[in-house]
């Protein structure tokens, strides 16, 4: 289908909607107006678009026959040849703008999200650094005006992480960062390094859409409830009843915990939302792999098991392996002002990706 076939549906889509919203049939239905309300403002900044485009053309056009009018004006024809080099030059970009909007939408996109960190090879050094995205990524979150919600925590002695969760919920959280998912790897040398010699070690990242319960439906029945009482660090004791909660879905072996609230009702609830998410993803994952040859032409697959990016501190660069960029501003993106442009140029790589296999 062309562009301009497109463009013409899109259009047709936004006057059909904008009609229906109107009838007091559909005004009474709470459901059916939601939806349509939902799909009708989606549809308005790329309607709103297109009609820039069609003005852009109908001036280009107007100029077009003003510079070619022998009988006209010199100065006037030259003026409007200058006009239409402006919008020959503008028009691809309006184009190019209203491909990427009428790219498919990821049905994920505009969800809260979970986002689980965790220590990989390193030893304590890996604690650290895990602890060190954990924090980056509630930086990252405050700055755009998120929630942050930290749902369990598994600390060591020594301030660092082996697993950290949190809920993140604002407008395009798992959009944002749904590229954040995989192994990043850190290059530095230990605090208790006596030697000064650099050390690699890593953590994974799994950023998932949070799912409600119409996304995803559990049984009591498929569900294993374990109760135990919580720890801290060293496996010293932090609470004197059994609070911790550790939900197993028996039909996939996948399994959730929480022991960061005092109230086994509240760490119950929080494990089945992880648990709900992992499962959701899963099902995510399972409908992926069916485009398995479209994987191969976008950012990454998301595999906790891909190294995404290094984070060099002798050096002060990261480097995201997935698109070969380098940033020397590792002290900004450890903080979360840095991280937008990563992200920004992950979403970018990918769009044109999903362009060229469209073409």
Same mark, same amino acid.
């Given at each position: 289908?062309?562009?301009?076939?497109?463009?013409?549906?899109?259009?047709?889509?936004?006057?059909?909607?904008?009609?229906?919203?109107?009838e #007091? @049939?559909?005004?009474?239905? /709470?459901?059916?107006?939601?939806?349509?309300?939902?799909e009708?403002?989606?549809?308005?900044p790329?309607?709103?678009?297109?009609?820039?485009?069609?003005?852009?053309?109908?001036e280009?056009?107007?100029?077009?026959?003003?510079?070619?009018?022998?009988?006209?004006?010199?100065?006037?024809?030259?003026?409007?040849?200058?006009?239409?080099?402006?919008?020959?030059?503008?028009i691809?970009?309006?184009?190019?703008?209203?491909?990427?909007l009428?790219? /498919?939408?990821?049905?994920?996109?505009?969800?809260?999200?979970?986002?689980?960190v965790? #220590?990989?090879?390193?030893?304590?050094?890996?604690?650290?650094?895990?602890?060190?995205l954990?924090?980056?990524?509630?930086?990252?979150?405050?700055?755009?005006?998120?929630?942050?919600?930290?749902?369990?925590?598994?600390?060591?002695?020594?301030? @660092?992480?082996?697993?950290?969760?949190?809920?993140?919920?604002?407008e395009?959280?798992?959009?944002?960062?749904?590229?954040?998912s995989?192994?990043?790897?850190?290059?530095?040398?230990?605090?208790?390094?006596?030697?000064g010699?650099?050390?690699?070690?890593?953590?994974?990242v799994?950023?998932? /859409?949070?799912?409600?319960?119409?996304?995803?439906?559990?049984?009591?029945?498929?569900?294993?409830v374990?109760?135990?009482?919580?720890? @801290? *660090?060293?496996?010293?004791?932090?609470?004197?009843?059994?609070?911790?909660?550790?939900?197993?879905?028996? *039909?996939?072996?996948?399994? #959730?915990q929480?022991?960061?609230?005092?109230?086994?009702?509240?760490?119950?609830?929080? #494990?089945l939302?992880?648990?709900?998410?992992?499962?959701?993803e899963?099902?995510?994952?399972?409908?992926?792999?069916?485009?398995?040859?479209?994987r191969?032409?976008?950012?990454?697959?998301?595999?906790?098991?891909?190294?995404?990016?290094?984070?060099?501190? *002798?050096q @002060?660069r990261?480097?995201?392996?997935r698109?070969?960029l380098?940033?020397?501003?590792?002290?900004?993106?450890?903080?979360?002002?840095?991280?937008?442009?990563i992200?920004?140029?992950?979403t970018?790589?990918?769009?044109?990706?999903?362009?060229?296999?469209?073409?």
């Open positions: 289908m062309s562009l301009d076939e497109s463009l013409r549906k899109v259009l047709v889509r936004h006057r059909e909607l904008g009609e229906m919203l109107s #007091a @049939g559909v005004a009474n239905d /709470p459901a059916v107006f939601a939806r349509l309300s939902k009708y403002a989606d549809l308005r790329v309607a709103e678009r297109i009609e820039v485009l069609k003005r852009a053309r109908s280009m056009a107007d100029l077009e026959e003003i510079a070619v009018d022998s009988e006209g004006d010199k100065e006037m024809r030259a003026m409007a040849k200058e006009e239409w080099e402006d919008f020959k030059s503008l691809p970009d309006l184009e190019q703008e209203l491909k990427v009428l790219l /498919p939408k990821d049905a994920a996109d505009e969800k809260n999200a979970i986002i689980e965790r #220590a990989g090879t390193g030893g304590d050094e890996a604690t650290l650094f895990a602890a060190n954990f924090r980056m990524y509630q930086r990252y979150a405050e700055r755009h005006d998120w929630k942050f919600d930290i749902m369990n925590l598994n600390e060591t002695g020594i301030g @660092g992480f082996k697993e950290a969760i949190a809920s993140i919920s604002g395009g959280v798992f959009a944002r960062l749904k590229f954040e995989g192994t990043h790897r850190v290059q530095r040398v230990p605090e208790t390094e006596s030697g010699r650099i050390h690699t070690s890593a953590a994974t799994a950023v998932l /859409p949070e799912a409600e319960e119409v996304d995803i439906t559990i049984e009591d029945k498929d569900l294993r374990d109760v135990y009482r919580a720890s @801290g *660090p060293g496996g010293q004791s932090v609470n004197t009843t059994d609070s911790a909660v550790r939900i197993t879905h028996v *039909p996939t072996g996948i399994v #959730a929480c022991q960061d609230e005092k109230s086994q009702h509240k760490n119950k609830a929080k #494990a939302k992880v648990l709900r998410a992992r499962l959701y899963a099902e995510r994952q399972a409908a992926e792999s069916e485009r398995a040859d479209m191969k032409n976008q950012v990454g697959s998301g595999d906790r098991s891909e190294r995404i990016r290094t984070y060099n501190f *002798p @002060g990261v480097t995201d392996h698109i070969n380098t940033l020397h501003k590792i002290e900004q993106i450890i903080e979360g002002e840095g991280l937008d442009e992200i920004d140029a992950l970018t790589e990918d769009q044109a990706a999903r362009l060229a296999a469209m073409s």
